[in-house]
């Protein structure tokens, strides 16, 4: 069974930080490109940000660009979202999701998706 469980969402101000994890199981991680969304209340769900399996050229939405930095570690089973200058906007639950290579792709691309966990940025 394929699991993908996401950490480190939380509240901050803005201007703040805050770090993503994603741990993924149940499939070989070398593999898989894993990429971060986010989805606030009444909006669409958004792609922020794409990792490959070496992690070359990774994708990053243009409302994040110069903000977030993702990265991944293979012996860990670990992708991270680091999240500077946050802004309000950010808000959103984010999740984390996995697909077999590949570069970045919409969200019914991705077949195994984490619970989602939650940042909120206040003004």
């Known amino acids: 069974e394929v699991r993908l469980v996401e950490s480190g969402g939380g509240s901050v101000q803005a201007g703040g930080s805050l770090r993503l994890s994603c741990v993924a199981s149940?499939?070989?991680?070398?593999?898989?490109?894993i990429a971060w969304f986010r989805q606030a209340p009444g909006k669409e769900r958004e792609g922020v940000s794409c990792?490959?399996?070496?992690?070359?050229?990774?994708y990053y939405g243009d409302s994040v660009k110069g903000r977030f930095t993702i990265s991944r570690d293979n012996a860990r089973n670990t992708v991270y979202l680091q999240m500077n200058s946050q802004k309000p906007e950010d808000t959103a639950v984010y999740y984390c999701a996995a697909r077999l290579s590949g570069t970045f792709a919409a969200f019914p691309e991705y077949p195994y998706w984490g619970q989602g966990t939650q940042v909120t940025i206040s003004s």
């Open positions: 149940g499939l070989r991680f070398d593999d898989y490109a």
């Open positions: 990792i490959i399996s070496n992690g070359d050229n990774p």
